[in-house]
């Protein structure tokens, strides 16, 4: 199921990634995906920027303006 | 009768915690209350209930630490929200296994909603670390945290402020057995949210119950428009009745099946969805208006169309706030270009069924 395209506010800042994978365990949707050591979109569409990865990313290397719910 | 509680100096109903509770558990840091795995009829009739909306209030948990099984200073930690139902979810799936678990003060909400509220925080976890003196219960240094939870927590701050280690379990408690047999190692499927027939149907039936009020209120404002059209009183009861059907029709198109039938309506919009099974309504509706007791004339006929497909559309939006797949930047952009029409149409269908019963 997919909601609507390219609203998701959700930012990976790739060069501060050191790729511990803490936000492929914590997303509920998949949105992320391993990419030679780094975190990579594999969607992006399927962020409901929950905000989990943004907050338990030790370098902040992800950022989501998420809502409430 | 209530009393007040040790645990976390809230005044909770002791005696209806009690059935939850078998014996206890004697421990370095003092008794501490073992739970059932199973859950009896006592908890399906509960469950029920909060479900439509009585006792609410029971169903929060006093925080603190727990026993499942007989557990010792090597068992596992599991955190979790103070909700009766999430309480129940997760004892239920713990038969057999020894271990403790810690419930936080979530408000007596769930985890996942109470990580987006921020109730579910790392702060609360590592208040009830310290207050229940974990340290002193378990030899180990980690707990085993929901993934839902994630959203509120930084688990990486945890270790900082108390010595013990956050691990991310499965998202469902189904799964938690399978992710302690696996080394702690949940699987892609244990990491993802789903919502399937079954969970859509589960929250569509309390949206359609929560909003039966609204088809008596549509009643009373067709009695009201019959009167004033001019019928006597025993008629007006009966055209009401016959007018609100269709109405009643559009609640459950749009916070029924709409929900159900989601993946195969097409477009991404919910409100769309919405108003595709409304304009199929209005359209079986309008074919047979004597059934309805509707006033053959165009306008009132339009209005009514209008009306039942603009509600469908409306409840589909709604359904947004129950979904597991919307974000808020998307529900968001989909209110702001879909309300204003709906308003419009609103008015519109309003003018026209009212001037076409009057007229």
Known sequence: MNYLKNVAAIRLDQDKCIGCGICLEVCPHGVFEMLQGKANFHDKDLCIECGACDRNCPVKAIEVKSGVG | MKKFNAYDGETVEEEKIAPLVEGVISTPIGEIKRLRTELNRRDTLGTIAVRIGIGRDYYRVPTGIYAVGNPTEDALVLVTANYKLTLDHVRRELEGLNM?????????????????????STEEIIYQIKKCQLEKLVKHRQVILPQLGAPGVEAHQLKNYTGFRGVYGPVRASDIRVFLENNQVASKEMRRVTFTVKERLAVSVLEVASYIKYVSIM???????????????IHSFIT??????????????????????????????FSVKGMVLGLILSNVVLRYPLVFHYVIDWPTLLGHGIALTTISAYLGLNF????????YSGVHKETIRVIPLMVVASIIATVLIVLGSLF
């Open chain 2, 320 to 327: 947004t706030g129950s979904s597991t797949y919307t974000s």
């Open chain 2, 100 to 120: 403790w678990i810690l419930v936080i003060d979530t408000k007596g909400v769930n985890v996942w909603c109470a990580a987006g509220k921020g109730t579910f």
């Open chain 2, 240 to 269: 009401a009745f016959y007018n609100t059907l269709p109405y009643g029709g559009a609640l459950v198109t749009g916070a029924f099946l709409t929900p159900l039938l989601l993946p195969y309506i097409p477009f991404r919009m």
């Open chain 2, 219 to 233: 009643y009373i404002l067709f009695f009201l428009l019959a009167l004033i059209g001019g019928q006597k009183i």
